[in-house]
């Protein structure tokens, strides 16, 4: 089994903020799946199910994101799973990616993101498949200073826009997903890990 986990906060008034986009995602491959998230078990609710040919665990930890750690190393332990570069996926948004598109490593640091900061804390590890779902939006000028989102955006409604371009993204990541299921997570990050030209994919600060 392969445990998939979305990161975001749990509440009614987080639930399409840019910061819930790996729940939405996740919410989207259990609907795919024909299933609903909504077992509670190892401090997330989640949901058993079939997808590209395997069973897996799909979660939404319910501590809120600078704690998910703790529900992704519980989900592990109780689904006996030992190994989480082989084992775990992991879905998160990204102000360093464009909205409208998405990014997957095998590894790498946590970037100001303190959901990442956090599993890779617990785990011990920074060697874990993830998912970027890019949330990032052009930047405005306001006075000399050039802002282009942080956490006051990432926690903000999505307004109807931008829920329409992420949209597809979350189609696309439940392609991913698969792909990195039956073919591997190289043969999904050559195809999904498109970059635009001129496109910066530095790591964020301050989430």
């Given at each position: 089994m392969k445990l998939i986990v979305g990161l975001g906060n749990p509440g009614i008034e987080y639930q399409f903020t840019p910061h819930n986009a790996g729940f939405l995602a996740v919410d989207r491959i259990a609907e795919q799946c024909g299933v609903t998230v909504a077992n509670r078990r190892g401090r997330a609710l989640t949901a058993k199910a079939r997808l590209a040919g395997q069973d897996v665990l799909l979660a939404k930890p319910e501590t809120f994101m600078n704690l998910s750690g703790l529900s992704v190393a519980a989900l592990l332990q109780e689904l006996e799973l030992g190994k989480p570069a082989e084992d775990l996926i992991v879905l998160y948004d990204e102000l360093a990616i464009p909205l409208g598109q998405l990014r997957i490593r095998e590894r790498g640091s946590a970037g100001g993101h303190n959901g990442v900061k956090?599993?890779?804390?617990?785990?011990?590890?920074?060697?874990?498949?993830?998912?970027?779902?890019?949330?990032?939006?052009?930047?405005?000028?306001?006075?000399?200073?050039?802002?282009?989102?942080?956490?006051?955006?990432?926690?903000?409604?999505?307004?109807?826009?931008?829920?329409?371009?992420?949209?597809?993204?979350?189609?696309?990541?439940?392609?991913?997903?698969?792909?990195?299921?039956?073919?591997?997570?190289?043969?999904?990050?050559?195809?999904?890990?498109?970059?635009?030209?001129?496109?910066?994919?530095?790591?964020?600060?301050?989430?």
């Open positions: 956090s599993i890779s804390g617990v785990l011990g590890t920074e060697e874990w498949i993830r998912i970027r779902i890019g949330v990032g939006k052009p930047p405005t000028v306001t006075g000399r200073e050039i802002k282009a989102g942080g956490t006051n955006y990432l926690l903000a409604p999505m307004r109807r826009m931008m829920l329409e371009e992420l949209d597809g993204v979350l189609d696309q990541a439940v392609r991913a997903v698969e792909t990195v299921l039956t073919h591997g997570v190289g043969k999904a990050m050559n195809e999904f890990n498109r970059r635009v030209s001129g496109e910066s994919d530095a790591d964020p600060k301050g989430k």
